[in-house]
C-alpha cells in the first residue's frame, strides 16, 4: 500500500523539513521497507535535495541529514511496502523516483500497483528506455518524462513547473492502480487513479495568525499536523495543484469510471484516526464489529482482539453482543506490523515476538477472539495455542473481513492464491489448523454494508468499493 506525503511551503516556512519528516513518520504503517525525501528550492529546475534509505522513517531520515532539506520549499515523501520488483532490492527502488527530463527534474511517489505494468514495460523499454529497476513506479516517471519531452517545443516561454497536461495524458494511458505525487521544482501534484483505489487527501497547515503555512497532499489525513485543517480527499481521476499560490484542483481524468476504492484501507490498512470517504476509519471498523455480532449467536465470557488493527471491530462487536470486552493479548510496541512485512521468514518471526498472553484474564474463560483478517494464518495459529497454554477454555474466532481467497494485484502483496489459507482450505480446515473451537467470518455483504452506510450519497457520487480479494471481482481485467 505504501504511504505518501508532500508538502509546499505557503510563504516562509522554517519547519518544512521537520513537517515532511513527522507526516511520513505517521504514515510508517502504510509501509516499512523503505523511505525517502525528496526537495526542491521552488527556483532550480535541475536540482533537488534526496535522502533515501531502507528501513523504518527513523533510520534514513535522522537529525544529521535532515538539515540537508533546509531551505526547500517543497518536499515530497515515500515509505516503501513493496508490491513490484525485487523485494530485497538496492537503494534505486526506494521512492521517491528522480528522473531528469527535457524541462528539469521531476520526482514521483506511487502508491499502489500498475496491474498492466507487464505491457507498459514492454512499451517503455522498446521506445529505447533504459529501466535502472523493476518496479511498475519507475515506469510513471518514465512515462511523465517522454510526455514532458513530446511536448517540450510549446513549453519554452512559458510556465515551466506546470505539466498537468503531460501528467493528464500519460496517467489517462495508465489503468489502475495508483495514487501519485509528482513534483517539478516549483509546485507538486496529487493524483488519484479514475477508480479511486488508493486514498488521498489534501489539507492546509494554519499558522498562529491564521494564514496558511503550507499545503499538504497525504495518503492518509492522520499524517496532517495537529495545526492542519482535513481540505478534501482527492476525487477519483482528479489532478490536484499544490503551489506556493495555494491548492488547485486542475483536471479530471475519466469521470464515469465505476469506483473502486480498496476495502482493505477499511478494514487493516487505513490508522483509526483517518478519514477516508467522510468516514472516520475507527468508526467503520466499529461498525464491522456490530454488523459480526448481529451475523452471530456464540455464547462466551468475554471478547478479546489481537492488537492492533481489531480493536475497534471487537469494541463493536462487544457492545453489539453484549459480551464483556478484556483485553487478553499484549502487543509489543517495539515490533512492526507482520503482514506487510516482505517475506514469510520475516513475518513468523515478529509474530513470534509481538503477543504476550495476559493469563489471569484468559483462565477457564470462554473467549472470542476477533481480528481484522486472516490472511496467511501465521498470527491466528501463533495465538490460538498461546490462549490455551494459558489455560483459556474456549477459544473462538470472529474475523471482521471475509475470508481473502484471491490475490491481489492493486498494490497489495498477496500475488498468489496459494499463499491464502482460505483458498486452500475450507473454514472447517482452518478451524482445525488454527486449533481454534468455531471460526465465523463477516459476511461479505456485511462488510460492504458496513463500510457504506456512512458514505454520504449525493445526485452525482454514489460509493464503489474492490471487494476483489474476497470475491474474485476484479475492478479491471487482469492478465495472470
Ligand atoms: O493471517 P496473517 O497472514 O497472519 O495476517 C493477518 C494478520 O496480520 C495483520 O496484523 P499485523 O500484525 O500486520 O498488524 P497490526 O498489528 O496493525 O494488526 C492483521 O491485522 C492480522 O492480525
Ligand atoms: N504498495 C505500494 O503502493 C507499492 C508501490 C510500488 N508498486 C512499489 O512496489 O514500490
Ligand atoms: S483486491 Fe483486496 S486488497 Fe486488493 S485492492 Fe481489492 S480489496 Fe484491496
Ligand atoms: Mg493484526
Redesign the pocket.
Given at each position: 500500500m505504501c504511504g505518501i506525503f508532500g508538502i509546499v511551503a505557503a510563504g516562509k516556512c522554517d519547519n518544512l523539513n521537520i513537517l515532511a519528516a513527522n507526516g511520513l513518520a505517521s504514515l510508517q504503517?502504510r509501509g516499512t521497507e523503505s523511505s525517502g525525501l525528496v526537495g526542491s528550492d521552488g527556483v532550480t529546475r535541475d536540482h533537488v535535495e534526496i535522502i533515501k534509505g531502507h528501513g523504518l522513517v527513523r533510520d534514513v531520515i535522522t537529525e544529521d541529514n535532515i538539515s540537508k532539506m533546509d531551505g526547500q520549499s517543497i518536499i515530497i515523501g515515500h515509505n516503501r511496502y513493496s508490491t513490484a520488483g525485487k523485494k530485497k532490492s538496492g537503494i534505486n527502488c526506494v521512492q521517491p523516483f528522480v528522473v531528469y527530463t527535457a524541462m528539469g527534474t521531476v520526482a514521483i511517489a506511487h502508491n499502489g500497483e500498475l496491474v498492466d505494468a507487464k505491457q507498459k514495460r514492454t512499451e517503455v523499454l522498446h521506445e529505447g528506455v533504459g529501466l535502472s529497476t523493476d518496479t511498475d513506479s519507475e515506469l510513471i516517471a518514465q512515462m511523465i518524462a517522454k510526455a514532458i519531452a513530446l511536448n517540450v517545443k510549446c513549453k519554452y516561454g512559458q510556465d515551466i513547473g506546470d505539466i498537468t497536461r503531460e501528467l493528464a495524458v500519460t496517467m489517462s494511458a495508465l489503468n489502475m492502480s495508483y495514487s501519485l505525487l509528482v513534483m517539478t521544482f516549483d509546485r507538486f501534484y496529487a493524483i488519484r487513479d479514475p477508480f479511486g483505489n488508493r486514498p488521498l487527501c489534501v489539507g492546509t497547515v494554519i499558522s498562529k495568525d491564521g494564514s496558511p503555512q503550507a499545503y499538504i497532499a497525504s495518503s492518509e489525513s492522520c499524517a496532517l499536523p495537529a495545526n492542519a485543517k482535513l481540505d478534501f480527499e482527492v476525487r477519483p481521476g482528479e489532478i490536484v495543484e499544490l503551489s506556493s499560490d495555494g491548492i488547485k484542483s486542475v483536471w479530471q481524468m475519466k469521470p464515469n469510471t465505476p469506483l473502486a476504492m480498496c476495502i482493505f484501507e477499511y478494514v487493516?490498512f487505513a490508522r483509526n484516526d483517518s478519514e477516508i470517504e467522510g468516514q472516520q476509519v475507527q468508526t467503520v471498523r466499529e461498525e464491522c464489529g456490530k454488523t459480526m455480532a448481529l451475523e452471530d449467536d456464540i455464547e462466551a465470557d468475554i471478547v478479546g482482539n489481537?492488537?492492533?488493527?481489531?480493536l475497534s471491530a471487537a469494541i463493536g462487536y462487544a457492545s453489539q453482543s453484549g459480551i464483556t470486552y478484556e483485553p487478553v493479548l499484549h502487543?509489543n510496541s517495539y515490533v512492526g506490523?507482520?503482514?506487510?512485512q516482505p517475506n514469510d521468514e520475516m513475518?513468523q518471526n515478529?509474530?513470534k515476538i509481538?503477543f504476550g498472553v495476559l493469563k489471569k484474564k484468559v483462565q477457564n474463560q470462554r473467549i472470542v477472539l476477533v481480528?481484522?483478517?486472516?490472511?496467511?494464518?501465521?498470527?491466528?495459529r501463533t495465538l490460538v495455542k498461546m490462549l490455551r497454554d494459558a489455560g483459556a477454555k474456549e477459544v473462538h474466532l470472529r474475523i471482521a473481513s471475509p475470508p481473502v481467497k484471491f490475490p491481489c494485484f492493486m498494490g497489495i502483496n498477496i500475488p498468489t492464491s496459494q499463499e491464502l489459507?482460505a483458498a486452500q482450505k475450507s473454514i472447517p480446515e482452518i478451524c482445525e489448523y488454527v486449533g481454534a473451537d468455531s471460526v465465523r467470518y463477516l459476511s461479505v455483504d456485511g462488510l460492504v454494508s458496513s463500510v457504506q452506510k456512512g458514505i454520504e450519497r449525493t445526485t452525482n457520487f454514489s460509493p464503489g468499493h474492490c471487494t476483489a480479494c474476497l470475491t474474485g471481482k476484479y475492478p479491471v481485467p487482469i492478465n495472470m
Open positions: 504503517h487493516y489481537v492488537p492492533d488493527s481489531s502487543r506490523r507482520s503482514f506487510i513475518r515478529a509474530i509481538k481480528d481484522d483478517s486472516i490472511v496467511r494464518g501465521n498470527t491466528m489459507i
